[in-house]
């Protein structure tokens, strides 16, 4: 460890961040960056726009016509695509331009960027690869960029990224065929990724398990615009209540930490960086040109002081940011599992407990009066102790009591349900049932949904609920270990 990482790691826990300043500032770099015009553009132009169906440029404005803003093709060999009045040049462009997405290759992206910025565009998103993650040439193209734009109100998103996909406002600027890989509905997930491919994943990952999205911006090389602006803007976007990220490198990370620590006590970010290891680390150089960032347990230490939940994979990324999304926090570590069939009940405590191959958190410790009420509603041969079993004589109405009476007891923080519709007796009403108590008072429930080909289903009638559930019991429960680890924060943060 560098002296400087250790200066900057002192700095970041002994003195943090002035909240007062960094929050009132917020809207203030908004309005002035004028980066709305990314998220929520009022006109888009495409220079590049294609007429030939193969070319990526052709499928992003494909993508482009969805959405519900002005849309100007540039081509200076078409007169129409697609139906689309075609403009030579984006100078030809009769009105103001919010946002421009140059889809040409890097050796042509500074004459088009120039003519943006005489146009006087908020915003533009450059997409070719072919910068400076391509060595010394690129590297070359890419100062260029940086160069044309200084001193102007232009700004950059990428280069070497698929730029947004935004259903609030139906911008997709994404070179992906819609029929290959289908988009999210609108939501409160906000997604910034360093790589295109975990962004694709993440939207694909939330739109079969029925979670919305708010934005997902894909940052690229970042050349100007990078994540801490981004999320100071989301900290403000009403439509977000969860930031999740893919990083391989910090642009500031002083300030990333500043930034997160004045955001989480209000919403939560969880966050997916690579990069942890020497190999790691030379592919990200290679893959968007991020730079060796400061040791992985400097990182480690700095994201727990602010309140950042870390993530390993692109699974346990969505799978927390749901949880987060749909139930913030829970208020402490004791957790019930519930279950209909033992063994399932016996996989879930040693998950709950285990801090080597669990969750690392406590199994509830049930009051004698939650046990008395247990027992004048479920079979004898059940166990009222924590797990719960309710055995295959469990019903519909079983399972109801048996979480309402689960969920006044104080020594319960939250509850991992394991929901099975094998019984004999249940019916899938079972799916209303834990709705219904997810959205009552007392500790939060989160599912483990097991019923074979009907789980996808399941799993996205909760999703449209708000609920978090999840097909196997390990992610439930990892669910709620982090559920829990931000109610800690919170708690030490008031």
């Known amino acids: 460890m560098s002296l400087l990482d250790i200066h900057f790691f002192i700095y970041f826990v002994s003195s943090g961040s002035p909240e007062q300043i960094i929050c009132s500032k917020l809207m203030c770099e908004h309005m002035r960056e004028g980066l709305d015009s990314l998220l929520k553009p009022s006109s888009v132009a495409l220079i590049g726009a294609s007429a030939n169906p193969a070319k990526l440029s052709n499928v992003v404005l494909r993508n482009l016509r969805i959405g519900r803003f002005k849309l100007y093709p540039i081509n200076p060999k078409e007169s129409k695509i697609l139906g689309l009045k075609c403009y030579p040049s984006i100078l030809e462009v009769p009105d103001h331009v919010d946002l421009t997405v140059v889809s040409l290759p890097a050796v042509a992206a500074a004459e088009a960027l120039k003519e943006c910025v005489e146009k006087e565009v908020n915003v533009v998103i450059v997409t070719a690869s072919g910068f400076r993650e391509s060595g010394e040439a690129g590297a070359a193209r890419e100062r260029e960029l940086k160069r044309i734009i200084q001193g102007t109100g232009t700004r950059i998103l990428g280069p070497n990224t698929m730029g947004i996909f935004s259903p609030v406002s139906g911008l997709d600027t994404l070179f992906i065929p819609r029929e290959r890989s289908p988009r999210p509905n609108a939501g409160q997930i ?103 960032s400061s040791s992985d347990a400097l990182v480690e230490r700095a994201l727990h002081q602010a309140g950042v939940l870390r993530t390993y994979d692109e699974e346990e990324l969505i799978d927390i940011a749901k949880a987060l999304s749909f139930a913030d926090h829970i208020g402490g570590d004791r957790i019930c599992v519930v279950a209909s069939a033992g063994g399932y009940g016996v996989i879930a405590s040693d998950l ?24 004048t509603i479920m079979p004898d041969f059940s166990s009222t102790r924590n797990p719960v079993d309710l055995t295959a004589s469990v019903t519909d109405d079983m399972y109801d009591s048996v979480l309402e009476i689960l969920q006044r007891d104080p020594g319960v923080d939250g509850i991992m349900m394991s929901l099975e519709l094998q019984p004999p007796n249940v019916t899938k009403r079972l799916v209303r049932v834990a709705e219904r108590r997810s959205s009552s008072k007392g500790p939060g429930i989160v599912i483990s949904a097991f019923g074979g080909e009907q789980t996808d289903q399941i799993i996205k009638e909760f999703s449209k609920k708000r609920v978090p559930a999840y097909p196997t019991i390990w992610r439930a429960i990892r669910a709620l270990g982090a559920l829990a680890r931000r109610g800690l924060h919170l708690r030490m943060r008031k």
């Open 190 to 292: 906000a997604m910034l990724s360093q790589s295109g491919a975990v962004s694709i994943s993440f939207l694909e990952k939330a739109a079969a398990s029925g979670i919305g999205i708010s934005h997902c911006v894909g940052l690229g090389n970042k050349l100007d615009i990078a994540e801490n602006e981004l999320i100071r803007l989301l900290a403000i976007d009403p439509a977000t209540n969860c930031i999740a990220l893919y990083l391989e490198s910090f642009s500031d990370g002083r300030e990333f930490f500043e930034i997160a620590r004045s955001i989480t006590p209000h919403k939560p970010i969880v966050v997916l960086k690579s990069g942890r290891t020497e190999s790691g680390m030379s592919a990200a150089s290679s893959h968007t040109g991020a730079m060796a």
């Open 352 to 375: 709950v407990e285990s801090k080597e191959h669990g969750a690392g958190l406590r199994m509830a410790r049930l009051s004698r009066e939650t046990q008395a009420e247990l027992e």
